[in-house]
């Protein structure tokens, strides 16, 4: 697999009309989220930078890791099924985007470094397959397709990378363009957006036939990418719906509109009641895909944890919080699982976290 660069192509923009909707006069509120702590994360410098919820089962995989070796970690609802998986030791400098994906077989694909990891559960046992790194790349994001092939989108690469039947190959993206996200519809269409080096945003989608052909949006706004199994589903300002042709079937506004793309689009989830996760910056958000309509899911305040001012660069004297004052907790990685759980880690705390039964039918 030969990672190259290539010139960018000319700026192009299109306008695509939007569903009308009728807003409410304020948002939909829903029940203030109830979480707990099901696992204790390893030290700050292992901590996860990505979730992978199970679809088959009621739990959460990340990778984790430090100079002395690399873990992949499954935790469930049921801590007697929590398990550790030690990995090659080679990896501890790979987690800057990294991923994984649980395929049908319940054996889970990791992208880390460049190197894609296939683990399987049952037995332990670990296969490495090595990409070939002219410069600067990392596995950035992960998709899993129902024939088992595996997509993989490279950091600083115009590229996919593909891994089916033992053997890896690489489709083209546009020039001066990376994998912003990668997802696969039911019929084993791959979707992916991208990230544009000359306009510095996420503005276009693609997607590509099982063979390899690809089709290209005009431009518009896009974020990470999750499918639905008939369509794929984008977020940035709104929801944007695509075909298996990259064409844009629909554009959701949020109902109430709501100014979350700092920090929606990054962990989405579709769940078992086929509507969409995605995390605020004070709870959980679920939209319902045909009309957007929007339920907000509050995280409860807890108190503040302290405020450490010791630095190897000296105090930072920060002004520590009155006793028993409360801070809203924030989430920063979030994924759902095929029993309509959310797990996720929160700001200024050292656990993952699950809310069962958010997305049941």
């Not at 649980?102 to 559960?121: E, F, K, N």
């Not at 410069?135 to 990378?161: C, E, K, M, Q, R």
Request: charged fraction near 10%.
């Amino acid at each position: 697999v030969l990672l190259h660069r290539s010139a960018a192509p000319a700026a192009g923009s299109s306008h695509t009309q939007s569903l009308s909707k009728q807003s409410p006069d304020r948002s939909v509120a829903g029940p203030t989220v109830k979480h707990d702590a099901v696992y204790t994360l390893p030290a700050r410098n292992q901590q996860p930078s990505f979730l992978a919820a199970d679809p088959h089962r009621r739990g959460v995989w990340f990778l984790s890791g430090n100079m002395t070796g690399t873990t992949v970690v499954f935790v469930s609802i049921d801590a007697s099924q929590d398990h550790v998986y030690q990995l090659d030791a080679n990896y501890h400098n790979g987690f800057t985007g990294s991923g994984i994906a649980i395929s049908s077989d319940g054996t889970v694909w990791i992208g880390v470094g460049m190197a894609l990891i296939h683990l399987s559960p049952s037995t332990g046992a670990v296969q490495t397959y090595p990409l070939a790194t002219p410069g600067y790349h990392y596995i950035d994001s992960v998709a899993i397709s129902g024939n088992n092939t595996v997509a993989l989108g490279i950091a600083f690469a115009p590229l996919v990378v593909i891994f089916h039947n033992g053997k890896l190959t690489s489709w083209p993206l546009p020039s001066r363009t990376q994998a912003h996200g990668v997802a696969y519809l039911s019929n084993g269409t791959l979707g992916v957006t991208l990230d544009d080096q000359a306009t510095g945003h996420a503005d276009r989608f693609v997607t590509f036939t099982p063979t390899g052909s690809r089709t290209e949006s005009q431009t518009i706004l896009v974020g990470s990418v999750v499918s639905t199994g008939a369509e794929f589903v984008s977020v940035a300002s709104q929801m944007t719906i695509f075909n298996a042709h990259a064409q844009v079937v629909a554009e959701v506004p949020f109902v109430p509109a709501l100014d979350i793309h700092s920090k929606a689009g990054v962990d989405l989830g579709v769940l078992p009641n086929g509507k969409l996760m995605t995390a605020t910056f004070d709870g959980l958000l679920v939209a319902n895909l045909t009309d957007g309509i929007t339920t907000d899911m509050r995280l409860a305040p807890a108190t503040c944890p302290p405020i450490d001012n010791s630095s190897s660069a000296g105090p930072s004297h920060m002004t520590p919080y009155p006793a028993g004052y409360l801070c809203t907790p924030m989430p920063e990685l979030v994924a759902s699982d095929g029993a309509g759980d959310v797990w996720m880690t929160l700001d200024n705390t050292s656990a993952i976290e699950v809310a069962t039964g958010i997305g049941v039918k």
